[in-house]
Structure formats: C-alpha cells, structure tokens
Nanobody, 133 residues
Framework: QVQLVESGGGSVQAGGSLRLSCTAS????????LAWFRQAPGKGRVGVAG????????YYNDLVQGRFTVSRDNATNTLYLQMNSLKPEDTAMYYC??????????????????????????WGQGTQVTVSS
C-alpha cells in the first residue's frame, strides 16, 4: 500500500524552479516530522528539508538553505518543497519521508539537528529532478 506519493519532478535549467508535492495517507501525515531527502547516483541519501508538526519548525540542509522552502497543507495532507535557484548539483532522486514508526521495512535514516524528528522509515517512490547547466 503506497502511502507517500511524490510528484512535480522534471528537468530544468540552472537557475530555474520546481515545486515538489507529496500526498500522504492520514496515518503518515500525522507523523512527528515529514521531510524531503535526495539521493544522487552513487551517493548516499541526504536529508534536504524537514518540518516538525509540533511547532511548525522547518529544517534545511546547508546546501539548500535560502533556496528551498518546505511547507505543508493540512487540508490536503500534502507536503511541498519549493526549489528555487536550482543548480546542477541539485540533480537527484527526491524522496518524501515520514518518521512515524515502525516504518515500511526499507531503509531508515536520521538527520542530526532536526529537533523533534525521529528516524525516517517511511518512503515514497521518489521523483527525479534534473538540473542542466
């Protein structure tokens, strides 16, 4: 049963923008934290941005701080990632994640410094973002 569904990826030139969306089941949307991770070919998965439901705090990887904005729409159970000023190094598969236990049986990742967030063990299928120079 797919509970996190991403959309909005695509190809864009450097300097352009994209907005990713992730529609979550009610069960996962009520997680402590929802987040976006990315994984480039041959590299590990990296936490890009997260949002804590307790107080709405948003967290960002230094690589995207000031360019990306994470938000959520409680009316539609949707998580967003607005990506501006995209760079070729932003090219990766982007995954939506939720930290509600026990996970989906796949990989588990934690991000240091994201207060209130637990281990992320629920994943969407991913959406590809490609930025050309």
């Amino acid at each position: 049963q797919v509970q996190l569904v991403e959309s909005g990826g695509g190809s864009v030139q450097a300097g352009g923008s994209l907005r990713l969306s992730c529609t979550a089941s009610s069960h996962l949307y009520s997680s402590s934290c929802l987040a976006w991770f990315r994984q480039a070919p041959g590299k590990g998965r990296v936490g890009v941005a997260g949002i804590y439901s307790g107080d709405g705090s948003a967290y960002y990887n230094d690589l995207v701080q000031g360019r990306f904005t994470v938000s959520r729409d409680n009316a539609t159970n949707t998580l967003y990632l607005q990506m501006n000023s995209l760079k070729p190094e932003d090219t990766a598969m982007y995954y939506c994640a939720a930290d509600r236990g026990p996970g989906d049986g796949g990989s588990i990742w934690m991000v240091s410094g994201w207060t209130g967030c637990r281990a992320f063990g629920n994943w969407g299928q991913g959406t590809q973002v490609t930025v050309s120079s």
